[in-house]
C-alpha cells in the first residue's frame, strides 16, 4: 500500500486560496489535482471556521479537516488534511508554553501518525532566539518519546532549520542568521542521530536542494536561490518505505500562491 504525504506553508489559507491570476490557480485546484493522502499545511492564520470556509471546496468533495490554531488571532496554525478521519487528533506537544500558539498537531490513521509543524523562526540574539531554543529543547523530548512508540511516524513542516550547507543557496552569507545558526543546525543533528531520517535527504543524496522556499524579493525563485527548510522527518520504519519525494516548485499552476512549495514524499 502506497501513502503519499505533502507539506506546505501556506504563508496565510485565505491568501492561498483567493491568490489566483492568469497563470497561478491557487490552492484549491491544486489540492484537487494532487494525489497525497495526507496534506500537512503551516501558517493558516486563521480560525476554525474561517479555514473551513476557505476549504469548503476540497472539504465538499470528501477531505477531512484537523486544526490546531493560534490563540494569537491571525498567527501560525496548522492543520492536518486527510482523505480518511483520523481515528485521533492530538494538539501540541504537551508544553505549557508553546501549545496554544498553532504550532504542532498530530494525528493516528490505523498504525500510521502524522504531524505537521511549524517550527518558530526565531533570531540572531534576543527574546525570539531565547523562545526558539526554548521550543527545540521541549520539542526534542517529544520527538524521542514519539520515535520510541512502535508505529510509522512522519512530521512534516516548516522546520524553520537548513540543516547543512547543502541546504541553502548562500550558505557562507548566513551562518549567523536565524535558520543556519550553528546551535540550530546541531539540534537537527542530533535528532537524526537520534533515529529519525531526513527522508528527502536520503533520497536526494550529497546535492545541493532541492529548495523549498524563496524570499519574494528580486528574483530569488526565478534563480532558485532558496532553503531546504520545509521537509519530513520519519522514524527508521516508515524511511525505510519511503520510494520518491519531490518538490513542487512550478508545473501547471505557478505554484507561487505561497512563498514555499509543497514537498512530497511516497512512502510504498
Known sequence: MTTIV?????????AAVKHRSERNLG??????DTNSDHVLLQETRAGQEQVAEALAPVLDDGWFLSLNESSVKGHSGVAILSRS????????FGSAEFDDTGRYIEADFGSLTVASLYLPKGAADGDKREAKFRFLDEFGQHLAALGRKRRKVVIGGDWNIAPTALDLKNAKGNVKNPGFLPEERAWVAGVLESGWRDVARDLAGEVAGPYSWWSWRGKAFDNDAGWRIDYQLANKVMASTATKSWVDRAGAYDLRWSDHAPVTVEYS
Do not use: A, F, M
Open 6 to 14: 505533502t507539506t506546505i506553508n501556506v504563508n496565510g489559507i485565505r
Open 27 to 32: 490552492l484549491i485546484p491544486w489540492l484537487r
Open 85 to 92: 478521519e483520523p481515528d485521533t487528533v492530538r494538539g501540541g
